[in-house]
């Protein structure tokens, strides 16, 4: 048995090369790295830092943090999804914020506005939402192409505009109402049928995982399936990594480039849809911003795949949720920022040296081929 058991290490181990292994350890040395400067920081502010590590992962799997660890890693992978299609296509789009607030806005007023059999109705808002967030992506898309605009300058601005143009939707005198019993303001709630059950999964709390964390599921995989296994997805690896072969081998680059940027803002506009429809019901000035810039770490420490975003989202929100226990403890949470901050970088350090590496190996690979095949003066190969 112990015979059989080595044999398929060894096969597996085989299979798996010296720069995939590094591949793999990467991402894990990154945050053992993070973990460690934040030990350092801590102890420099006075805080103990075994002790504060040791609270943030008990108070991380307790039943209600785990709760909240995947409803914000719901709307974290869609927002690095929407990420992810653009840099796949060597595209930086940092519009996903803009994109998916400006969707959620307007899904919002629509949902409140109308009333339909409830498959239908939820079926509806995320239409909208992302149209909304394809259309707006759209716009960057077409100054690249006609006009040769950066996608990083235009999806800068787009997002002040989409952040003003918010501003001027949500008041009282076009689409907003106020809450009861509050000082804020939104739109108009929507009704039981736009509204998606939460689930009880995890026992010892009544706190509900949101319901659209399928939906998440569900585009991960069409990421997979459409990147990996049909020809508009290698056409669009292939116009990333060269533009120049790309159209030496038929691709219209200029297409691939609008095509992608919004699908990317259709993915932006999912971003929202997972508070709105499973616990806000409503667009209003607390709902949550910045989650575009977010997608942008995590899609780095992904490496733009759809599992590794996955384990981004879920870290990146179970560290959000660990900073909860932090102020009671009368610790800064800032320092949940300074980690997370540490953990990209190390991981695209890591994964930059991994990249070298690769390139090394390679060469030396080539090298010993063609020092294997060269001739000796009697003709014959060395």
Known sequence: MSQEKSTFTDRLLGRVSPAGLLSLAAPLVAIVFAALITMVILAITGAP????????????????????????????????????????????????????????????????????????????I???????????????????????????????????????????LLNKERLAVEVAGSNNIGTNPIGPSGQVPGLEIISGTQTKVFGLIFLSVVMGVLYHVVINRTRFGFDLRATGRSESAAVASGVNVKRMILISMILSGGVAGLVG????????????????????????????????????????????????????????????????????????????IAYELVHRYQISAEQRRVSRQLASTTPTREGTPA
């Open 49 to 124: 830092p075994l002790d504060t590590l040791v609270i943030m992962g008990e108070y991380g799997i307790r039943p209600r943090s785990i709760v909240l660890t995947l409803n914000a890693a719901t709307y974290y992978y869609l927002s690095a999804l929407a990420v992810a299609i653009g840099f796949r296509m060597n595209l930086f789009n940092i519009g996903v914020d803009g994109q998916y607030r400006l969707a959620a806005l307007t899904a919002a007023a629509v949902g409140g506005a109308v009333t339909l059999p409830a498959p239908l109705h939820i079926a509806l």
């Open 273 to 348: 849809m997972p508070q709105l429809l499973g616990a806000s019901y409503s667009y209003s000035l607390d709902f949550p911003t910045g989650l575009g810039f977010t997608g942008i770490a995590i899609a780095l420490l992904g490496r733009n795949h759809p599992v590794g975003i996955a384990f981004g989202a879920l870290l990146w929100a179970f560290l959000d949720t660990s900073a909860g226990i932090l102020q009671i403890q009368k610790i800064s949470p800032d320092i949940v920022t300074i980690m997370q901050g540490t953990i990209v970088l190390s991981v695209i």
């Open 126 to 168: 995320i239409f909208v939402a992302m149209l909304v967030g394809a259309g707006w992506a759209a716009i960057a898309g077409l100054l690249k192409v006609r006009r040769g605009v950066s996608e990083v300058i235009s999806t800068i601005m787009l997002n002040a505009i989409a952040t003003a143009l918010g501003a001027w």
